[in-house]
């Protein structure tokens, strides 16, 4: 789909690295890493930290469980318009203007997975930068109508960048299964996908 586009490999060994390591310190207490709980009453199976505001569904809040949200680090912001440059050029726009303010940091164990859903809690129609680390995810990337085919699966590695925007902002995505033992035991992780979203609220 045209503003969906894939970037194998783009963050090195080194940079995958220091990511794992940041998200270890994001993930500690307070404000650190948690189950999500749906309106309906379920568990998601990823445990989530976020950076600048807490998403709840189906909204952002500056404070989860009466603390703070840890803030969105200035690097950060650096790393998704270089993400943005690496995918559109100036396809859509300067990617300078690109200032993401929240990331959700996912974290699925062997057997976690993530349904087809849409981002759209942002008011911003920027598009959503997404690196992955660790194992290997099969990601489902569908259509901006519903749940149903046509979507594409395709395997996320780690250091892989995903970005998608413009037309391929709505559309609905989901992690249906994690590949375990397929990380790099030297990025420091015992198991598991780290997943670093970057949006504009």
């Known amino acids: 789909m045209p503003g969906a586009v ?6 090195d060994a080194g940079e995958q690295r220091r990511l794992v390591e940041a998200c270890r310190v994001w993930a500690r207490p307070p404000a650190g890493m948690r189950e999500t709980r749906l309106p309906g009453g379920g568990v ?5 930290v976020c950076l600048g505001l807490q998403w709840v569904p189906y909204r952002y809040v500056p404070a989860v469980d009466g603390e703070p949200v840890k803030p969105f680090p200035s690097w950060l912001g650096e790393l998704g318009r270089r993400a943005v ?11 300078g203007t690109y200032r993401p303010d929240v990331a959700l940091v996912n ?3 062997a057997t976690a997975k993530m349904g087809l859903h849409q981002d759209r809690d942002e008011r911003s129609p920027a598009p959503v930068v997404s690196v992955s680390l660790g ?5 489902r990337f569908g259509n901006t109508r519903n749940r149903n ?5 395709v395997r996320l590695e780690s250091g892989d960048l995903f970005v998608f925007g413009g037309p391929a902002r709505l559309a609905f995505h989901g992690v249906p299964r ?6 790099d035991p030297a990025l420091g992780m015992d198991g ?4 670093i979203t970057l949006r504009e609220s």
């Open 6 to 11: 894939l970037v194998p490999g783009w963050l």
């Open 44 to 48: 998601m199976s990823v445990r989530t």
């Open 85 to 95: 440059a690496q995918a559109y050029g100036q396809a859509y726009g300067d990617a």
């Open 107 to 109: 974290f699925y164990n």
């Open 135 to 139: 194992d290997t995810c099969v990601f």
């Open 149 to 153: 085919r046509p979507w594409t699966d």
């Open 178 to 183: 994690i590949l375990p033992g397929t990380g």
């Open 192 to 195: 598991g996908r780290l997943n």
